[in-house]
């Protein structure tokens, strides 16, 4: 790790790179991670049903709404009537906010079936399809065969990226930018890429390490996690803008229809930066 380090400081022409901080979605909130999991995995069995037995519920939909979703935990949820639930749900906001205390007790090998149904009620919620005493999902759930699922399951990582797009702010249009495609069975990779054609002030080098971490018991998730380091220099080999970025824990995990976006637009040093995970 150390040579690694020291490689990347160099490739930045021994210029300090800040680990700047960067909060997006509910990374680290290791609750909510657990939840989009399940959801990922629920997928997988909800594939093997012929589409008849999902009732009115759209495959394609579902992974959408799993997919768009902020999904965030508390250490209680209390419900407007004053009752504390397991959830809450805002199709209006894509919003799920799930119970810390009581979802611990779903981790129990006895509570797969509810758990299951729980987290496909709330995502119906998200959906806006009626399924009020699990009418919907209760019926569903009880087809799939559920016995192999763990919660504790390890992730290799919990934040799978494999692709950057990088594109530039102000471009004259010759002046253009490779993405950068990394392998997630590495746990350290510097890749490095620089703009091409008739650029001249807006020449850019990008500078990008990822190294892979585990994640600490203290978070009650099980695997690993990536974390990437991004240098922007110019065309005097000065750095302009650095990032760390940490993608959100199980965002882009379980079965992928196409490519799952891990990021929003991230501008760094006149470059926007896009993190995928490419099927």
């Given amino acids: 790790m150390k040579k690694f380090l020291v490689l990347f400081t ?17 990374a680290g909130d290791s609750y909510a991670a657990e939840f989009i999991m399940t959801a990922k995995d629920l997928v997988v069995h909800l594939k093997t049903l ?13 992974i959408g709404a799993i997919e768009t979703t902020t999904v965030r935990s508390e250490d209680q949820v209390i419900y407007k009537d004053g009752r504390e639930v397991e959830a809450v749900n805002d199709p209006d906001q894509q ?33 806006r399809i009626d399924d009020e005493q699990y009418k919907v999902s209760g019926p569903i759930v009880a087809l799939l065969d559920l016995k192999n699922y763990n919660p504790s399951q390890w992730w290799n990582p919990l934040n799978p990226v494999n692709y950057i797009t990088m594109n530039l ?19 350290e990779e510097v890749l490095m890429t620089e703009t091409t054609g008739d650029c001249g002030d807006e020449y850019r080098k990008v500078v990008v390490a990822k190294s892979s971490l585990t994640a600490p018991p203290s978070s009650n998730a099980r695997g690993t996690f990536h974390r990437f380091q991004i240098g922007v220099l110019d065309k005097d080999g000065k750095t302009i803008g650095n990032l760390t970025y940490e993608p959100e824990w199980g965002r882009c995990l379980g079965p992928q229809t196409g490519a799952c976006t891990s990021s929003g637009k991230l501008l760094v040093g006149g470059v926007e930066f896009i993190f995928w995970l490419r099927p």
Avoid at 11 to 23: E, I, K
Avoid at 171 to 176: A, E, F, L, N, P
Wanted: charged letters at 20%.
């Fill in 10 to 26: 160099a490739l930045l022409s021994c210029q300090t790179f800040a680990a700047v901080g960067w909060d997006h979605g509910n």
């Fill in 50 to 62: 012929p589409s008849t037995e999902l009732k009115q519920v759209n495959l394609a939909l579902l």
């Fill in 95 to 127: 919003l799920i906010v799930v119970n810390r205390s009581i979802w611990r007790t779903r981790r129990a090998d006895t509570e797969t079936i509810h758990r299951y149904t729980f987290v496909l009620h709330e995502y119906l919620g998200i959906m």
């Fill in 169 to 187: 702010i102000y471009s004259s249009g010759s002046c253009k930018m490779d993405g950068l495609t990394f392998d997630l069975n590495k746990t």
